[in-house]
């Protein structure tokens, strides 16, 4: 592995690329300093989204609008360690081209790729991964059962009810696993049938249907006999298992494979539900399926979750165009993940909100799905409002470049969104994302197209909504005074739940942050202490953490660096459950500050560790005069207390610890 910097593994689904990849990265672990890094793609549908995916999984977060690859390359450079893509069978080409890129950007990274086929790009190692060894006429391993017979043996005993195989039965499993190529998910789906019948009746069954193929025309496969042995095998088992199900497990297979990247059952239940299928046989229909091994379940922070693998979804894919039940299964997902991304909304400023982060979390993949489904439908608002909808979960969760490009894409010109409330909420949810990244040009442009819209529908939401976008521009672009016109025309009285009532309380963030500017600290203290105490009524985390943030500038402000650590410090602890990067950044940078004359050595190591997060951002301090001018001023006082080698080294120390790592220390440490 250390040898090649690129190596691929080749082979047919479910002959166990995933798992050796996996393993292999654990064995070289050591090699590479800069850790293992795997990269999931299947879920990813366009070539253009696989940079995405590797920046994701690197969990960078530029928040700028440069393209994801030149993010990635700039930041693998100096980097030494392993990507390990998996799945790259569907995007070969596009992989070839982002793997060349990186190689010669970063001459310390090396590449594992998984793929039905070579991405046929210079400098590739190439490695067939062969089925697992199976026992023949002369035996094997001295006697000893072969590799997929003990798989066959272990699963069988893992199978509900279990099945305990004995030493008269090698025979007949050595017989089934030779059947079966060794494939391992052909093995472990005959095995999980066990529970359900005889060892001999499965042996005899698997005999029967290859005899069958091997005279007849498959139309799924083509004839038998011109088809890759291993590749037959494990779909003629695939084939024969969907046989074996129910009727009604085989339409819950066939609708369940519309679902990208796993899903929840109120999911399944929701989109599957249909005909013969009601809504309360499907938490049975996704255990007996688990029990075939048909689906995978995981037991998460928020409840089950499934997912398949891609050879079963892909089966199961084949039946859903075979059903003509394609297009309405793709149509259901799509309405499902459109009111949940309306759900969230209303209720993410409350109690639940760690939950909702989770959970959109797990769902990124189908949410990034049904937007696409959004986007290709002739229709522009279900795509305007899906995309303005999870305003909250690209900006409070640490996914702005989508938080941009989605908003941008349903408003584009050639879509001829209509000039309506959806359009107008789409347009100052992509104004509040560029704030954020520092686009202040394209958040005054929304900003033109917005206020006329606003004026015609006097829909006072939007008006308040558009109010915060232009406040956050004129503050973080150095004009308090006007930033606090603006919104001194915000209501008294906050709304009582939703997107309105985050507004409101980002308002009085903005208010706060604008009197602190103006150096008017009573006022910005007051703001802060009225975000603080609607966020807590509310039960709102992220709000209440930004609170904490501007009342620890203004006790900076008024010489209390005690008290600015400890609110920082809570704001950073609630800031990380979410992942807003940005406002972790600048509480880092806030705890750097109100530590130089207590602690200056670990003052300049949280410094260190605010400049690598910065830098994972993007934008140094999002270009903000005062956020540069403050982590300046920071460093320059430390070093005359420390010394330029003390302090050096302290910084270094937080600079190469790693964000995640580094962030922990500091929140252990307090």
Same mark, same amino acid.
């Given at each position: 592995?250390?040898?090649?910097?690129?190596?691929?593994?080749?082979?047919?689904?479910?002959?166990?690329?995933?798992?050796?990849?996996?393993?292999?990265?654990?064995?070289?672990?050591?090699?590479?300093?800069?850790?293992?890094?795997?990269?999931?793609?299947?879920?990813?549908?366009?070539?253009?989204?696989?940079?995405?995916?590797?920046?994701?999984?690197?969990?960078?977060?530029?928040?700028?609008?440069?393209?994801?690859?030149?993010?990635?390359?700039?930041?693998?450079?100096?980097?030494?360690?392993?990507?390990?893509?998996?799945?790259?069978?569907?995007?070969?080409?596009?992989?070839?081209?982002? *793997?060349?890129?990186?190689?010669?950007?970063?001459?310390?990274?090396?590449?594992?790729?998984?793929?039905?086929?070579?991405?046929?790009?210079?400098?590739?190692?190439?490695?067939? *991964?062969?089925?697992?060894?199976?026992?023949?006429? $002369?035996?094997?391993?001295?006697?000893?059962?072969?590799?997929?017979?003990?798989?066959?043996?272990?699963?069988?005993?893992?199978?509900?009810?279990?099945?305990?195989?004995?030493?008269?039965?090698?025979?007949?499993?050595?017989?089934?696993?030779?059947?079966?190529?060794?494939?391992?998910?052909?093995?472990?789906?005959?095995?999980?049938?066990?529970?359900?019948?005889?060892?001999?009746?499965?042996?005899?069954?698997?005999?029967?249907?290859?005899?069958?193929?091997?005279?007849?025309?498959?139309?799924?496969?083509?004839?038998?006999?011109?088809?890759?042995?291993?590749?037959?095998?494990?779909?003629?088992?695939?084939?024969?298992?969907?046989?074996?199900?129910?009727?009604?497990?085989?339409?819950?297979?066939?609708?369940?494979?519309?679902?990208?990247?796993?899903?929840?059952?109120? $999911?399944?239940?929701?989109?599957?539900?249909?005909?013969?299928? $009601?809504?309360?046989? *499907?938490?049975?229909?996704?255990?007996?399926?688990?029990?075939?091994?048909?689906?995978?379940?995981?037991?998460?922070?928020?409840?089950?979750?499934?997912?398949?693998?891609?050879?079963?979804?892909?089966?199961?894919?084949?039946?859903?165009?075979?059903?003509?039940?394609?297009?309405?299964?793709?149509?259901?997902?799509?309405?499902?993940?459109?009111?949940?991304?309306?759900?969230?909304?209303?209720?993410?400023?409350?109690?639940? &909100?760690?939950?909702?982060?989770?959970?959109?979390?797990?769902?990124?993949?189908?949410?990034?799905?049904?937007?696409?489904?959004?986007?290709?439908?002739?229709?522009?608002?279900?795509?305007?409002?899906?995309?303005?909808?999870?305003?909250?979960?690209?900006?409070?969760?640490?996914?702005?470049?989508?938080?941009?490009?989605?908003?941008?894409?349903?408003?584009?010109?050639?879509?001829?969104?209509? &000039?309506?409330? &959806?359009?107008?909420?789409?347009?100052?949810?992509?104004?509040?994302?560029?704030?954020?990244?520092?686009?202040? $040009?394209?958040?005054?442009?929304?900003?033109?197209?917005?206020?006329?819209?606003?004026?015609?529908?006097?829909?006072?939401?939007?008006?308040?909504?558009?109010?915060?976008?232009?406040?956050?521009?004129?503050?973080?672009?150095?004009?308090?005074?006007?930033?606090?016109?603006?919104?001194?025309?915000?209501?008294?009285?906050?709304?009582?739940?939703?997107?309105?009532?985050?507004?409101?309380?980002?308002?009085?963030?903005?208010?706060?942050?604008?009197?602190?500017?103006?150096?008017?600290?009573?006022?910005?203290?007051?703001?802060?202490?009225?975000?603080?105490?609607?966020?807590?009524?509310?039960?709102?985390?992220?709000?209440?953490?930004?609170?904490?943030?501007?009342?620890?500038?203004?006790?900076?402000?008024?010489?209390?660096?005690?008290?600015?650590?400890?609110?920082?410090?809570?704001?950073?602890?609630?800031?990380? &459950?979410?992942?807003?990067?940005?406002?972790?950044?600048?509480?880092?940078?806030?705890?750097?500050?109100?530590?130089?004359?207590?602690?200056?050595?670990?003052?300049?190591?949280?410094?260190?560790?605010?400049?690598?997060?910065?830098?994972?951002?993007?934008?140094?301090?999002?270009?903000?005069?005062?956020?540069?001018?403050?982590?300046?001023?920071?460093?320059?006082?430390?070093?005359?207390?420390?010394?330029?080698?003390?302090?050096?080294?302290?910084?270094?120390?937080?600079?190469?610890?790693?964000?995640?790592?580094?962030?922990?220390?500091?929140?252990?440490?307090?």
């Amino acid at each position: 592995m250390t040898a090649h910097r690129l190596v691929t593994l080749t082979g047919p689904g479910g002959v166990g690329k995933s798992r050796l990849s996996r393993h292999a990265g654990t064995e070289v672990r050591a090699a590479f300093p800069d850790g293992v890094w795997l990269v999931e793609l299947y879920p990813v549908r366009d070539a253009e989204m696989i940079a995405l995916g590797v920046y994701e999984a690197l969990r960078l977060s530029d928040q700028t609008t440069r393209p994801a690859l030149d993010v990635v390359a700039e930041w693998l450079a100096d980097k030494q360690l392993l990507l390990i893509l998996d799945c790259c069978e569907h995007l070969t080409a596009g992989c070839a081209d982002l *793997v060349r890129v990186l190689l010669a950007a970063a001459p310390g990274v090396h590449v594992l790729a998984t793929s039905r086929s070579a991405l046929q790009t210079r400098g590739e190692r190439v490695v067939p *991964v062969l089925p697992l060894p199976i026992t023949t006429g $002369a035996g094997c391993c001295d006697g000893a059962p072969a590799d997929a017979e003990l798989l066959f043996t272990q699963r069988a005993a893992e199978a509900s009810p279990p099945v305990v195989l004995a030493e008269r039965d090698s025979a007949a499993v050595a017989e089934i696993c030779a059947r079966l190529e060794g494939i391992p998910l052909a093995v472990e789906l005959a095995a999980a049938r066990l529970a359900e019948t005889s060892l001999n009746e499965l042996g005899w069954a698997l005999h029967t249907r290859f005899e069958f193929l091997a005279r007849q025309s498959d139309s799924a496969y083509g004839r038998a006999g011109e088809a890759d042995p291993r590749h037959w095998a494990l779909r003629t088992t695939i084939g024969w298992s969907h046989e074996l199900c129910s009727p009604l497990e085989r339409l819950a297979w066939t609708r369940l494979s519309v679902f990208v990247g796993g899903f929840e059952p109120e $999911a399944a239940q929701w989109v599957c539900t249909g005909g013969p299928l $009601a809504s309360r046989q *499907v938490p049975g229909l996704l255990d007996r399926l688990v029990d075939h091994c048909v689906l995978q379940r995981a037991d998460t922070v928020c409840g089950p979750r499934y997912s398949m693998l891609d050879t079963i979804r892909e089966y199961g894919q084949e039946w859903l165009a075979r059903l003509e039940e394609e297009q309405p299964l793709r149509e259901r997902h799509r309405d499902y993940y459109r009111q949940l991304a309306q759900a969230g909304d209303h209720l993410w400023a409350g109690p639940e &909100q760690v939950d909702w982060s989770e959970r959109l979390t797990a769902e990124h993949a189908n949410l990034r799905e049904a937007l696409e489904s959004c986007l290709a439908d002739p229709d522009p608002l279900p795509a305007l409002e899906m995309a303005s909808d999870l305003w909250f979960f690209w900006t409070g969760c640490g996914f702005l470049r989508e938080g941009r490009a989605y908003p941008e894409r349903a408003i584009a010109g050639e879509r001829k969104a209509p &000039q309506g409330p &959806q359009l107008l909420r789409a347009l100052w949810s992509c104004g509040h994302v560029a704030n954020m990244q520092g686009d202040f $040009a394209r958040s005054a442009a929304l900003e033109n197209t917005s206020w006329p819209l606003a004026d015609r529908f006097a829909d006072p939401a939007a008006t308040a909504a558009l109010r915060y976008v232009r406040g956050t521009r004129l503050v973080m672009t150095a004009r308090p005074d006007q930033a606090l016109d603006v919104c001194r025309a915000s209501p008294d009285r906050p709304p009582a739940r939703g997107s309105a009532l985050a507004i409101w309380l980002l308002t009085r963030g903005i208010t706060s942050y604008a009197h602190l500017l103006s150096g008017e600290i009573a006022h910005a203290v007051a703001a802060a202490d009225l975000m603080r105490e609607h966020s807590e009524h509310h039960g709102d985390l992220w709000l209440r953490a930004y609170a904490l943030y501007f009342l620890a500038m203004a006790a900076l402000a008024n010489g209390d660096p005690t008290t600015a650590h400890r609110h920082a410090r809570d704001s950073l602890a609630l800031k990380w &459950q979410l992942n807003d990067t940005f406002g972790a950044a600048v509480d880092l940078d806030t705890m750097a500050t109100s530590l130089i004359a207590s602690a200056p050595e670990r003052a300049a190591r949280l410094l260190g560790t605010a400049d690598s997060l910065w830098h994972s951002i993007g934008r140094n301090r999002a270009g903000v005069p005062e956020f540069l001018a403050t982590r300046n001023a920071c460093e320059q006082q430390l070093r005359e207390t420390l010394g330029d080698a003390p302090y050096a080294t302290a910084h270094r120390m937080g600079l190469e610890a790693g964000i995640d790592e580094g962030i922990s220390y500091f929140l252990r440490l307090e």
